[in-house]
């Protein structure tokens, strides 16, 4: 299984986290999301992940990913 972690700063609240979330879990390949608003962390779990994908993930719930 692969792991990628992004830093997303933009992040502060339950609806960051929910939107973040709800986009990167639709990527293919991806298994599970956490988001750690305090560190503003995002660690992704799956197979095959892009990472084109992953961050344009990010951007379309409003976010950049560091």
Do not use: F, N, W
């Not at 990010?58 to 990913?65: D, R």
């Amino acid at each position: 299984m692969d792991e990628r972690t992004y830093t997303v700063p933009g992040m502060h609240c339950g609806h960051c986290e929910r939107a973040v979330k709800e986009e990167v879990g639709a990527v293919v390949g991806v298994r599970s999301v956490d988001v750690d608003l305090e560190s503003k962390l995002v660690v992704i779990h799956g197979e095959g992940l892009d990472d084109l994908q992953l961050r344009a993930a990010i951007e379309e719930a409003g976010y950049q990913a560091a």
